[in-house]
């Protein structure tokens, strides 16, 4: 799915009530902090092995970061999760620079790629700005330097040097139930992550967006329109797409098919039946053919998925 209306906040806890009990809310960002970790580590396999194939590459680490001004009431959340300070990690991916260079969740931070915590400007409550500006400062001292470097509470200085990915930052949002990619991002809700438990089916719903991004899909609809027909266009590449990029991050490709074939009977009337849509079966149907396509490219290839080489957007 495209994205569609205002951008999903960059912030993964922002729904969480600060008005809950301190247990309640230490629960609650337990298994919010537990979701980001999972959705970090799938996004960051999929965009570092299939670095070798995306046009648009820069060094990452791995990271995302947590602001608790985001909230209502930050002394709250800052009690919850024993912080020093606003700013602090929020989740780390799995086999990453950043978890090699240990950092970890609520690991609080006094300073972010050279920019001390408290230079940064005030924020209201529901408002990001400052985070998107601290992802943006890592993001152009790994581009500048190919590191980044971090300075936590107690005072020590923590360098990460970035590895080559896929341009996409993949987020999670505290609500909602639905994936959209808009040219450099991958948001994801909290509800559909619960829903998809096996970390296979969450790649392929996490691998169809990136696929949006990666084929320049936001940019093509900007300039041409969105009519139901080049939106569907854009749905279909994205589904054929997808088990390429599960293959060269180590996951089953089958598992495009089989997200659809688990949740398409249920939605069979929504998304995955619009005028933008196919509907599930004509998807499964068309993902399975991709496989043997991408096979056959795979032995030619001594096992990579090179889809750079061998994906057409035409068939």
């Known amino acids: ?29 337990d298994t ?20 070798p194939f995306c046009r648009q590459v820069a060094p990452a680490i791995g990271l995302q970061l947590f602001d608790a001004a985001g909230f209502s009431d930050p002394p709250a959340v800052r009690r919850a999760l024993d912080l020093p300070g606003d700013i602090a990690v929020a989740a780390v991916a799995d086999n990453s620079p950043a978890q ?18 408290s ?16 992802h943006a400062r890592v993001d152009a001292a790994l581009l500048a330097a190919g590191s980044a470097e971090f300075t936590d509470a107690a005072g020590s200085e923590i360098a990460v040097v970035g590895e080559p990915a896929c341009v996409t930052r993949f987020e999670l949002t505290s609500s909602g139930s639905r994936a959209a990619a808009d040219g450099r ?12 438990p096996e970390d296979e ?10 696929a949006h991004n990666l084929l320049d899909h936001r940019a093509r609809l900007d300039a041409s329109g969105r ?23 180590g996951y089953d490709p089958q598992a495009a098919a089989r997200f659809f074939e688990r949740w398409g009977p249920k939605f069979d009337l929504g998304i995955f039946a619009t005028p933008d849509h196919d509907g599930w079966k004509e998807r499964v149907r068309r993902v399975a053919a991709e496989i043997e396509v991408m096979r056959a490219a795979q032995a030619r290839h001594g096992g990579v ?10 068939r």
């Open 201 to 210: 089916l969450l790649a392929a719903a996490l691998a169809h967006e990136l």
């Open 100 to 117: 090699r260079a240990r950092l970890r969740p609520r690991l609080g931070l006094h300073a972010v790629a050279g920019q001390p915590v």
């Open 32 to 51: 919010l902090q537990a979701l980001d970790t999972r959705v970090q580590s799938i996004g960051w396999r999929l965009a570092r092995s299939n670095a």
């Open 119 to 134: 230079a940064l400007p005030a924020v209201k409550p529901g408002d990001y700005a400052r985070l998107v500006g601290l």
């Open 227 to 249: 009519s139901w027909s080049k939106v569907k266009a854009t749905e279909r590449e994205a589904d054929r797409l997808a088990p390429w990029l599960l293959a060269n991050a």
């Open 185 to 196: 991002r991958v948001v994801i809700g909290r509800k559909l992550v619960e829903a998809l």
């Open 305 to 314: 998925a090179n889809w750079q080489q061998d994906f057409s957007a035409a």
């Open 1 to 29: 799915m495209t994205m569609r209306g205002a951008l999903a906040a960059i912030a993964l806890l922002a729904a969480v009530p600060a008005t809950a009990a301190p247990t309640s809310l230490r629960g609650d960002l």
